[in-house]
């Protein structure tokens, strides 16, 4: 569903993002490029867009890439006090429309400008919190996002990327008139010269952080190793919990199946995909998952837990993917599409159309009417 609050703009506009990170950040995932791909569309319309968010080691403070400006201030936790100090003392310029990303938790943009703000949420985080910040910090956490940010936003315009997201923000409080859903695209793959894996093996893609659960996938794969002795894991990504999963994937004497590839460019990360026979993806929470529909470009179906939310969107189940309730689940139809070739090729079909459904120029058009741009 997509609505738009306003008429469109005909003048040019100045859009300022608040998100704490941006996709040359190591920490970047699939959040960062919907956001980027959006300001690109606004750029596009004719639109000035800034993305306001954390430095990381070795990148330029200011920085403008495909017509959008980088402003890179602070740290992962103190981008939020930079973006409202800033903000307040007219530092990015004239702004005419905020979106405030709240990835947990808000920028509380809304109480430094009387533009409109509107407010992007990939998905609540509820089960995160205890899990990334045990103790206090999580739950001071959760009272912001769940009972601080829909009171100091009960105004503005919400956008998130599923309904599965819409529902949540609704179970907070946030008015369900107020929430545009604008799905993520898939963008087309560049060509890769590899083939499908003459022996079986599987992928993991995102960043390596607790929620993530690539445990999971581990554990899949020491239960498996008996049936398919060839079988191997590569898992993309980076995190602070890169020495937790290597140390996990040791402790089980899975050195020689688990690659930690680490951070890769796109034409690797889309090799690793084109050679795999499927992908897992054991996220605790994903918004929408954009990392399932670049491995359905190349037939490569997903498994996901069914309770993480967007993939009940972004996979149909049994027909373009599998939705679980469990890692054993996850482990006994993970053998199941490896076991069988021609059940692994009619998801792998079904995975490639349902991600041609979805392109990021449609998502670009539809975020922009929800803005009234």
Not at 101 to 127: I, S, W
Not at 225 to 240: H, I, K, N, S, Y
Request: hydrophobic letters at 40%; charged letters at 25%.
């Amino acid at each position: 569903m997509i609505c738009a609050t306003t008429p469109a703009s005909e003048a040019p506009v100045h859009v300022l993002f608040a998100n704490w990170r941006d996709t040359r950040n190591p920490e970047g995932g699939g959040s960062e490029r919907y956001v980027e791909a959006m300001a690109r569309g606004l750029v596009q319309r004719g639109h000035t867009v800034t993305i306001a968010c954390a430095t990381y080691p070795g990148a330029a403070r200011d920085e403008l890439v495909d017509g959008v400006r980088f402003v890179r201030r602070g740290t992962k936790l103190s981008i939020y006090v930079r973006v409202l100090a800033r903000l307040l003392l007219g530092l990015y310029g004239r702004v005419d429309h905020v979106v405030d990303v709240q990835n947990g938790l808000p920028f509380f943009t809304r109480l430094a400008t009387r533009k409109p703000v509107t407010v992007l949420v990939h998905h609540v985080h509820r089960e995160q919190w205890p899990v990334v910040y045990p103790g206090l910090t999580g739950r001071i956490g959760w009272f912001i996002e769940s009972r601080v940010a829909p009171l100091l936003y009960r105004r503005s315009q919400y956008v998130t990327v599923s309904e599965a997201s819409r529902d949540e923000l609704v179970g907070l409080g946030v008015d369900r008139e107020r929430i545009a859903v604008v799905h993520n695209g898939t963008e087309p793959a560049p060509a890769v010269a590899v083939v499908r894996s003459p022996t079986p093996r599987l992928c993991v893609v995102g960043r390596l952080v607790p929620h993530k659960q690539v445990e999971h996938a581990i554990d899949v794969v020491d239960r498996l190793t008996a049936e398919f002795p060839d079988l191997e894991l590569d898992v993309v990504g980076d995190g602070w919990w890169h020495e937790e999963l290597a140390t996990y994937a040791r402790e089980r004497g899975l050195c020689d199946r688990v690659h930690l590839l680490g951070f890769v460019d796109e034409r690797t990360k889309h090799e690793v995909y084109a050679r795999s026979w499927a992908m897992l993806l054991p996220s605790l929470k994903e918004g929408w998952g954009i990392v399932i529909g670049e491995a359905g470009v190349h037939g490569t179906p997903t498994l996901a837990y069914r309770e993480a939310g967007g993939p009940t969107e972004s996979i149909d189940h049994k027909d373009s993917g599998v939705l679980v309730d469990s890692v054993d689940e996850l482990a006994a139809e993970t053998a199941a599409v490896l076991r069988d070739e021609s059940w692994r090729a009619f998801l792998g079909a079904g995975a490639h159309r349902k991600a041609e459904r979805y392109s990021w120029t449609a998502a670009q058009a539809g975020f922009a009417a929800v803005l009234g741009l």
